[in-house]
């Protein structure tokens, strides 16, 4: 049924004869006559019955016009919806992140889209880069926090765009016995060729990055221990089993016994993107994501 046959009808209810309701709609009255004709085909009810040298409506008729106001009604709230969701005041979005993504990134921009636009809906799921990617243009994902990883699309992409949110640093976490430890900074080169390392499996980010600066620094690191939970890592590095790189990001609580330094240049970084569909526009959570990982950029991120 369209919602301008049951106008029609409720103007035949207000002003009791057909011409009187055709003049009140600026339609001719056999205008007025067909549509009503429709609307009791739709209805598969009598909507009007002679009385006198006119019609009158049916019981039927009045339960129709019963629902006419609450039809309009959820007819109006549809279209203010529909206004909010051009406006970017409503919406919903399905975002995947890596785990410290989702820590230092997501949640705090959801936290403030909670406040700021209330009318928007989210769904948070943990995906690792190369799983994620894939997702948006199958639309199982809106947006995902990616980081540095030899699966990211080329700029030129024609699904997927990239948006910089945070280049992260690397810090060195070593037991606080080590002799490194009462340095200020540490050098891959000089300090760490000899090392022991604890790192994540082989395909992965983190993996990946410590070989590249290891290589960038002249040498081939020598990978003893593999986990991909960086507090296991950690427990690891406290046992005096090894060295370890931990994005600041990902860092927990430091177990005892073991400390972080500052790497020098050249130093495993990650780089963190908002990953989405291309030509999807701009959205209240990729500006307030971007606006989080540039208050993270200026303050050095947590750690």
Not at 4 to 32: C, E, F, W, Y
Not at 159 to 177: G, Q, S
Not at 200 to 219: E, I, K, S, V
Request: hydrophobic residues 45%.
């Amino acid at each position: 049924m369209e919602i301008k046959r049951l106008n029609i009808l409720r103007a035949l209810d207000q002003h009791g004869t057909v011409i009187a309701a055709a003049q009140a709609l600026h339609l001719t009255p056999s205008a007025v006559s067909q549509q009503l004709a429709v609307l009791a085909r739709e209805a598969d009810a009598v909507l009007l019955e002679k009385h006198g040298r006119g019609v009158r409506l049916t019981p039927a008729a009045h339960v129709l016009l019963g629902h006419a106001d609450a039809i309009a009604t959820r007819l109006e709230q549809a279209r203010a919806d529909l206004a909010a969701q051009r406006d970017g005041r409503i919406g919903r979005a399905r975002i995947s992140g890596f785990p410290s993504g989702i820590a230092g990134l997501i949640a705090p921009a959801l936290a403030r889209l909670k406040r700021t636009h209330p009318g928007w809906r989210f769904e948070v799921v943990q995906y690792e880069t190369e799983q994620a990617l894939p997702l948006l243009p199958a639309r199982e994902l809106d947006l995902a926090v990616v980081m540095t990883h030899p699966d990211l699309p080329a700029p030129d992409h024609p699904r997927i765009e990239l948006h910089p949110l945070l280049d992260e640093p690397f810090e060195l976490a070593l037991p606080a016995d080590h002799p490194l430890a009462e340095r200020a900074e540490v050098t891959l080169a000089a300090d760490l060729v000899d090392a022991d390392w604890i790192i994540t499996a082989p395909g992965t980010a983190c993996h990946g990055l410590l070989l590249t600066a290891c290589h960038q620094a002249g040498f081939q690191p020598r990978l003893v221990h593999t986990s991909t939970d960086f507090g296991a890592q950690l427990a690891l590095v406290a046992a005096g089993l090894g060295v370890t790189i931990i994005p600041r990001l990902a860092q927990p609580e430091l177990p005892r016994g073991v400390v972080l330094r500052p790497i020098t240049a050249p130093a495993p970084r990650r780089r963190l993107m908002a990953a989405v569909r291309r030509g999807q526009g701009p959205t209240p959570l990729l500006d307030t994501l971007r606006t989080v990982g540039a208050e993270l950029a200026e303050r050095g991120a947590p750690g």
